[in-house]
Nanobody
Framework: VQLQASGGGLVQTGGSLRLSCVAS????????MGWYRQAPGKQRELVAV????????YADSVKGRFTISRDNAAKNTVYLQMNSLKPEDMAVYYC??????????????WGRGTLVTVSS
């Protein structure tokens, strides 16, 4: 299983970016999909998560500005639409996906990070 994240870049304060993360490989089922971020000198933190049923949860700091979604057709892609970006959103963003085997065993994978830089 591999996770390929993309969409990071440089944006001005108030701008928008859309991150994507595609899961590939032998996949039986995907449970939750999410995004985390890690700023320099800080711990990695949850940004947003979406369950297989479409339930979402957001960090308070991004509520109302970020939207997480899943590809309804392929179901192996998760997006993070980031609007009204602030300098404090600047971090390396990582996708995180939980995969279920036929036996119901959960395996969690991390994608390579994608850097989001917000200029003030």
């Amino acid at each position: 299983v591999q996770l390929q994240a993309s969409g990071g870049g440089l944006v001005q304060t108030g701008g928008s970016l859309r991150l994507s993360c595609v899961a590939s490989g032998t996949i039986f089922s995907i449970s939750r999909m999410g995004w985390y971020r890690q700023a320099p000198g800080k711990q990695r933190e949850l940004v947003a998560v979406i369950s297989s049923g479409g339930n979402t949860n957001y960090a308070d700091s991004v509520k109302g500005r970020f939207t997480i979604s899943r590809d309804n057709a392929a179901k192996n892609t998760v997006y993070l639409q980031m609007n009204s970006l602030k300098p404090e959103d600047m971090a390396v963003y990582y996708c995180n996906v939980g995969f279920l085997s036929r036996d119901g065993e959960l395996s969690v994978y991390w994608g390579r990070g994608t850097l989001v830089t917000v200029s003030s």
